[in-house]
């Protein structure tokens, strides 16, 4: 892309919002997504660094403008199948002195809208086959199987039912039903194996439902989201003539199931209040979708041509891109091996420098850097996360990871415990503080050579049957023998 048309369509980027209903639109929210390369100590000749992410595309319950992107992108590419369109981040260190970081970001502005619909099957109007939409979304794609065992099964769910609203609410009902919600998924992720496990994640739970769907003809697709209070999420979405893209979300609909899908009475309650979410039917999530949220993909398999590397790419899904990703949509060559790189958004807070944004990558990208041992350089943002966000979850767990490195075990144990109680707004972090803090506290006590409390904290994360990331494995590992210094304390 030559400099005009790159200053085109970044100028088009800045300029132009993407109007996507008419009806009135929530209250404007800014946001920012942050891309960083930390702890870079060395970099051979030739070193680059190529990120793809995506950007909020158009999609029908926001208004999105993007205000800035720096630094300037070599492409801003589009994929017509999906619509969806895809930053291309180029760094390349230069022959002066290194930098220990380098950051990557695009700011944007956001209106949302909560989507309603209450469809009548009588007013269900017949499908134009011969749409475009029709036969893109009724195929089959990677992931998205529509023969063979997942059409069997789609088939025996809806028996004799023809109505497509009706046999959509069949297929809701049975994943609902018949799947079980495994955080961070269950092996393949593709529609065939799911079906099979009857386990899996959000993303796997959507790509189920839309399999099934376009396998009896009716046009699906997934959304990918990340929550204003932080986490990605996918849901599907069905399109039914005279209402058009209907949402249909499952794993949060299993949240008002009996047993509220590992969730306690209270979470689900904080939950759906905040949201305005009514309590009793689960299935208020086929047809309504709740903001507070920003779209950041509709639909998988996202194929540009990259002008970097001169051919095309596709990924199956980005969450939004960068090294969240499938396969990850980043390449970096020449590097340290140990250098930290991620992405992240921040909403409702304004970065003002490259200092802020460092000690934000340090407390938002901990796990990583506790994985090549750099402990050290996590405490500052732990006790600047605690100081703004004294009740956060992640953040009292991460400085408990960083005293257990320090040999501090009583503060660690201390931090710990006080994560238990802390607030979660991430799933993942609530699994951290009732199953993972038990394991950790294990951990001390074996450093402190109290065997037997010990062992009660591992039994006690056996006994609770929730393996998220490996944490009943991880238990009974140290069941059998004390853990020690030398041994791992993350993932």
């Known amino acids: 892309m030559d400099a005009m048309k790159k200053q085109m369509v970044l100028l088009g980027l800045v300029v132009v919002m993407f109007l996507l209903s008419t009806a009135a639109l929530a209250g404007e929210q800014s946001g920012t997504f942050w891309y960083a390369l930390d702890h870079m100590t060395s970099a051979e000749a030739g070193a680059e660094a190529v990120i793809w992410v995506t950007l909020p595309p158009v999609w029908h319950g926001q208004e999105v403008e993007i205000t800035s992107i720096v630094p300037e992108p070599v492409a801003v590419l589009e994929d017509k199948n999906t619509g969806n369109r895809v930053i291309e981040w180029v760094y390349h260190p230069g022959e002066e002195e290194l930098p220990q970081n380098q950051f990557f970001h695009y700011d944007f502005t956001l209106k949302q809208k909560d989507i309603s619909f209450d469809v009548d099957p009588e007013k269900v109007q017949a499908y134009d086959r011969n749409s475009a939409d029709f036969m893109k979304y009724t195929k089959g794609e990677t992931w998205i199987q529509t023969d063979g065992k997942v059409l069997d099964a789609a088939r025996e769910i809806i028996g004799t039912e023809t109505n497509p609203w009706l046999q959509t609410r069949a297929l809701f009902d049975w994943c609902m039903q018949s799947m079980t919600f495994v955080p ?14 009857r386990k899996g994640d959000c993303g796997q739970y959507g790509r189920l439902l839309v399999a099934f769907c376009r396998s009896i003809g009716i046009p699906s697709r997934t959304v990918t989201n990340e929550w204003i209070s932080g986490g ?57 979708l709740f903001s507070r949220r920003v779209i950041t993909a509709v639909g998988n398999n996202i194929t540009i041509e990259s002008p970097t590397l001169g051919k095309q790419i596709s990924f199956k899904s980005m969450r939004p891109g960068g090294n969240k990703a499938h396969p990850k949509a980043f390449r970096l060559e020449g590097f340290n091996d140990d250098m930290i790189h991620g992405g992240f958004f921040v909403f409702g807070q304004d970065i003002k420098t490259d200092e802020d944004a460092h000690r934000m990558a340090h407390m938002r990208l901990a796990n990583s850097f506790f994985k090549v041992g750099l402990y050290d350089v996590v405490e500052e943002g732990c006790r600047q996360s605690l100081d703004d966000y004294s009740d956060g979850v992640q953040s009292w767990i991460n400085m408990g990871k960083v005293y257990m490195h320090k040999g501090e075990y009583y503060k660690a144990e201390a931090t710990f415990k006080r994560a238990m109680k802390g607030h979660a707004a991430k ?18 006590y074996d450093l402190l050579d109290h065997r037997d409390m010990a062992l009660k904290e591992y039994q006690l994360v056996v006994d609770m049957d929730n393996n998220y990331r490996g944490a009943v494995e991880y238990a009974r590992k140290y069941l059998e023998k004390p853990f020690t210094k030398k041994a791992p304390t993350t993932r």
């Open 427 to 444: 799933r993942n972090e609530k699994l951290e503080a009732v199953v993972w803090t038990h394991n950790y506290l294990g951990n001390c």
């Open 232 to 288: 990605s999420h996918v849901f599907a979405e069905v399109m039914m003539p005279g209402y058009g893209w209907v949402p249909a979300d499952i794993s949060l609909a299993q949240m008002l199931l009996p047993g509220g899908a590992g969730f306690t009475q209270e979470e689900i309650d904080t939950f759906m209040n905040e949201r305005d979410v009514p309590q009793g039917d689960p299935y208020w999530f086929l047809g309504h």
């Open 184 to 197: 961070g998924g269950f092996g393949d992720r593709d529609a065939i194996s799911t079906l099979a496990s």
